[in-house]
């Protein structure tokens, strides 16, 4: 039998490259998108979706029993900078969110669950280079708390009440298609729009922090590749490491230079940069490859590529 999935936060980033990719590989009817509100046009008019608030328990039931899901991924999220801002909203919709999707799992209305956790558990006394799946983490970032803390739950379901929940902790995610909100490592992306726009870029983060990053297509293949893995073949279940690339501000740059000559980056660090000091600067991985195969495709010449190729045909389109 098909599976049938609610992606809860489909209009975000990942939420809806997710959907787009799902729904390509067992069918748009099997794949019910949802999110707080309407903003994203071209995912509410693909497919089948569902205006639900990720905090409201009885909305997700509700939704989850009439098109008999049996598979949830929680994307929604308030991300590390905007989380610093607002940080009980922060805490209130990543907790919260997770508990409401959990229970489901317990109560066995659904099956399995997906929730992405982050390099942002880490923290100032973390082991910056290489680091393991098993570490100190100290978070220092509201957002980042709220994802250790999930990570210990999902652990904690999977072993008390037997539920099927899977994750993994996403590095920056590189894209084209829906603009993230609210992260430290957007600049990552900023940098592309803006290069292309005016040909300059003032960074919010130093010209040589370093932060591990992703294309998006291989964030969306490691996300599903890990729910079709066998459960018994995964050690981890609070959160798997997932590394791509690692590259500085600098070194992004100089990629862009080599396609748009003229481009010029100035930097005006902000707050972000001292959260982005308390993550990694790169992230071993050695268990997701040896559990679930995960192997990254992308490196920074071949996303730069990808990014300028399609953010100027969306320009010029
Ligand atoms: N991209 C996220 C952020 O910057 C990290 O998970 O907040």
Redesign the pocket.
């Given at each position: 039998m098909t599976s049938k999935v609610l992606i809860i936060g489909a209009g975000g980033q990942i939420g809806s490259e997710l959907t787009y990719t799902l729904r390509q590989k067992i069918g748009v009817d099997n794949v019910i998108a949802s999110d707080i509100n309407k903003n994203n046009l071209e995912l509410v008019n693909s497919g089948a979706f569902e205006l639900i608030d990720a905090k409201d328990f009885d909305a997700i039931k509700n939704c989850v029993e009439k098109h008999n899901i049996d598979t949830v991924y929680l994307m929604a999220a308030m991300?590390?900078?905007t989380g610093e801002k607002y940080p009980e909203a922060a805490w209130d919709l990543n907790m919260t969110s997770l508990f409401n999707v959990l229970n489901l799992a317990k109560e066995k209305i659904i099956k399995k669950v997906f929730w992405p956790s982050?390099?942002?558990v880490f923290g100032p006394t973390t082991p910056k280079t290489n680091t393991p799946q098993h570490t100190i983490m100290e978070p220092t970032t509201v957002?980042g708390i709220t994802k250790q803390v999930g990570e210990r739950w999902c652990e904690y379901y999977h072993k008390n009440y037997n539920v099927d929940v899977r994750s993994v902790r996403?590095p920056?995610?590189i894209s084209w298609k829906t603009l993230p909100g609210g992260?430290?490592?957007?600049y990552a992306i900023d940098i592309f729009h803006q290069a292309i726009a005016n040909k300059t870029y003032e960074c919010f983060i130093n010209a040589d922090t370093e932060l591990p990053m992703m294309f998006m297509d291989d964030a969306v293949r490691a996300t599903i590749d890990l729910m079709e893995a066998k459960g018994d073949d995964l050690s981890i279940r609070s959160s798997y490491n997932l590394a791509g690339i690692s590259f500085t501000p600098t070194e992004i740059a100089q990629t862009i230079k080599t396609h748009i000559s003229e481009f010029q980056i100035t930097y005006k660090p902000d707050f972000r940069q001292q959260i982005a000091d308390t993550w990694p600067k790169s992230i071993n991985d050695s268990v997701a490859r040896k559990d679930w195969g995960w192997e990254h495709n992308f490196d920074l010449e071949q996303i730069t590529n990808e990014m300028l190729t399609q953010l100027i045909k969306t320009v010029t389109s």
């Open positions: 991300l590390s900078a982050s390099i942002a957002y996403y920056g995610i992260g430290t490592t957007d």
